[in-house]
Nanobody, 129 residues
Framework: QVYLVESGGGLVQAGGSLRLSCEAFGRTFSNYAVSWFRQAPGKEREFVAGLSRSGSRTSYTDAVKGRFTISMNSAINAMSLQMNSLEPEDTAVYYC??????????????????????WGQGTQVTVSS
């Protein structure tokens, strides 16, 4: 079982940047595909960005393409989400999620939250206008 802990959220003005981190405890990320989701008040949790287990593919929801970047640092067993040009619409609780897979060449990125078995507790991101 892998335990995920997010950090890096906060309050930022529109146009600013934040970098979210997600550390894994108990297991390494090497056997997992990972993603970021977010949930705004009154809305459903939605996919934001994903990285395949193979590390060869990334995927982003249209609303964040060109502004957000997902990456993995295997040396410290952590993944991150670099968020630039933030907009008030990005305000939400951000969650990291992991999906275990034994296929080392797995290039799939699932956008459905039901496919992820491991979740962090979330970190609040608030963007003021």
């Amino acid at each position: 079982q892998v335990y995920l802990v997010e950090s890096g959220g906060g309050l930022v003005q529109a146009g600013g940047s934040l970098r979210l981190s997600c550390e894994a405890f108990g297991r390494t990320f090497s056997n997992y595909a990972v993603s970021w989701f977010r949930q705004a008040p009154g809305k459903e949790r939605e996919f934001v960005a994903g990285l395949s287990r193979s590390g060869s593919r990334t995927s982003y929801t249209d609303a964040v393409k060109g502004r957000f970047t997902i990456s993995m640092n295997s040396a410290i067993n952590a993944m991150s989400l670099q968020m630039n040009s933030l907009e008030p619409e990005d305000t939400a609780v951000y969650y990291c999620a992991a999906r275990h897979t034994t296929d080392t060449s797995d290039t799939n990125i699932n956008t459905s939250l039901q496919t992820y078995t491991n979740w962090g507790q979330g970190t609040q991101v608030t963007v003021s206008s």
